[in-house]
């Protein structure tokens, strides 16, 4: 009625529904952007977590299945194929090596570049945790075992020892020769 009596009324009153149309977008665009945000905390969390190549390894990998919905995910030399979604993880001991998350389920939600720059931040924390844990086990290494024969030092002969005579403590008896 307003519109056929004052025609230039209705571009006044679209104005306010299109104002809440774009605030209401913008809510649900910051709602899913806090939502990554809060994922990818807990999955740096778990990854740092981890001590060794192979369960950074695995952290990262439920952690990027997790974040992009249940997808499987891999960390090895081959590239991203058509329809996944693969980042470098550049480690200097570790050399190149792919983070990658498999197919979505359906093909009406493909990836974004706000998953591209999600899955590139996980790749970084994941290269850095990686070279911790590489680091880490090198040094485990270079105390228990001799640099030049690849044999077993005092240091480990003791610790195995320890925990051998830990295992039979419950036991009747046990000896050592030295």
Same mark, same amino acid.
């Given at each position: ?5 004052? @025609?230039?009324?209705? @571009? ?13 977008? +913008? #809510? ?7 939502? #990554?945000?809060? =994922? ?17 390894? +695995? ?11 249940? $997808? ?6 081959? $590239?991203?194929? $058509? =329809?996944?979604? =693969?980042? @470098? ?13 498999? *197919? ?11 998953? $591209? #720059? ?26 228990? *075992?001799? +640099? ?25 008896? +046990?000896?050592?020769?030295?």
């Amino acid at each position: 009625a307003v519109g056929s009596a004052i @025609p230039w009324a209705l @571009p006044l009153m679209a104005a306010p529904l299109a104002l809440i149309f774009l605030a209401s977008r +913008a #809510r649900v665009d910051a709602t899913e952007d806090r939502a #990554r945000l809060d =994922g990818l905390l807990k999955a740096a969390t778990v990854i740092l977590e981890a001590s060794t190549v192979a369960t950074v390894t +695995a952290a990262a990998t439920a952690s990027a299945a997790d974040l992009f919905g249940g $997808q499987d995910a891999r960390i090895g030399s081959d $590239q991203a194929q $058509q =329809g996944e979604l =693969g980042v @470098p993880l550049l480690t200097e001991s570790l050399g190149t090596r792919n983070l990658v998350v498999g *197919h979505r389920a359906t093909m009406v939600h493909r990836y974004t570049d706000q998953d $591209q #720059r999600l899955l590139e931040a996980l790749a970084s924390i994941t290269a850095s945790a990686l070279e911790k844990a590489a680091l880490h086990e090198d040094a485990t290494e270079q105390a228990s *075992h001799d +640099a030049l024969t690849g044999l077993a030092n005092r240091r480990s002969f003791e610790e195995q020892l320890r925990l051998s005579v830990e295992g039979v403590r419950g036991s009747d008896g +046990a000896g050592v020769v030295f």
